[in-house]
């Protein structure tokens, strides 16, 4: 299997089947018999390390892993920039539309799937996710000895975060603010919504730049749940532009025309290791147009 694409791993259950691919296309419907036994010729799918046939009994217990794939996987045409690499870590600047991880449609064509490539380090991991929609620094672990260290700083939210976004104005705020609300699952289940209650989530709101039609905002978010500063912005009457699914979920305009205007622009932290204060900033730029 190769070592460079992510694999998924599953422990088969107890059981009466046949065999481990009658197994698998009971339990992965979309995925057809003729295309589990091709990946079986290609071995790309072992059990306890062996490679399987498409006779193979089927074992309960046995740990059966298997390369993910997406047939005709969509080329995502904008480039990632590494900004920083050393021993531990490896710091990205990601553009919109390119998946963090892989999920859904999306596979080798994800931000770490191109990395573990490109710099041939299949310990590469993310050390925290931003959305496909969202453009800006994602950091990776680059070895598994210190990455507990880099791990709990996300953890314990003791790195700094800024954001910039491009939304209408608020010329009725006084700014600097802070926007507090309670976020729970709303419908579709990818959907957060703001309901009554004890605030969850809080997002510190500034002004760089004010356009003729749209501003350029700075969002600090002191708190980390999904979707925050979509939902915030949009609660406050300034969506963010570009966005599908706040205010209201709508299908993304054909051919990567509209990106979410939303971008990670700053991380600070002190290195856990070295005691040093380390700051990264994306290159990339919001328009005000």
């Known amino acids: 299997m190769d070592p460079h694409l992510p694999t998924s791993r599953i422990v ?85 539309f390119l998946p963090v991880m892989p999920a859904g449609r999306f596979v080798e064509e994800t931000l770490s799937v191109r990395l573990v490539r490109r710099l041939d380090n299949p310990d590469l991991v993310a050390l925290h996710r931003l959305d496909r929609a969202t453009a800006g620094l994602v950091v990776f672990s680059a070895r598994p000895s210190s990455r507990d260290a880099y791990t709990r700083l996300f953890r314990d939210r003791a790195i700094a975060k800024i954001y910039e976004a491009v939304a209408p104005p608020l010329p009725g705020r006084a700014f600097p603010f802070v926007h507090e609300s309670r976020l729970e699952r ?31 905002y700075r969002l600090e978010p002191i708190t980390g749940r999904k979707h925050q500063l979509r939902v915030h912005m949009s ?42 204060e380390r700051v990264f900033r994306s290159g990339r730029q919001l328009g005000l147009d």
């Not at 794939?69 to 920083?84: A, G």
């Not at 579709?188 to 002004?207: C, H, I, L, Q, S």
């Not at 599908?244 to 991380?267: N, Q």
């Open 12 to 96: 088969l259950p107890p059981g009466g089947w046949a065999s481990i691919v009658d197994f698998l296309c009971e339990r992965f419907p979309a995925i057809d018999r003729e295309a589990w036994i091709e990946r079986m010729e290609r071995g790309a799918v072992t059990a306890d390390g062996v490679e399987v046939h498409r006779l193979a009994p089927y074992r309960p217990g046995a740990v059966v892993t298997y390369r993910r794939e997406v047939p005709d996987e969509p080329r995502i045409p904008f480039e990632e920039t590494i900004l920083h690499i050393d021993d531990d870590l490896v710091v990205v600047d990601k553009p919109h």
């Open 186 to 216: 709303g419908e579709p289940f990818f959907r957060m919504r703001e309901v009554p209650g004890k605030p969850n989530a809080r997002t510190k709101v500034d002004v760089i730049e004010r356009g003729d039609r749209h501003w350029l």
């Open 235 to 276: 609660a406050l009457g300034a969506p963010i532009l570009g966005d599908p699914v706040y205010p209201a979920l709508r299908d993304e305009a054909p051919g990567f025309a509209e990106p979410l205007r939303l971008l990670a622009r700053e991380l600070r932290f002190v290195d856990p290791l070295s005691g040093t």
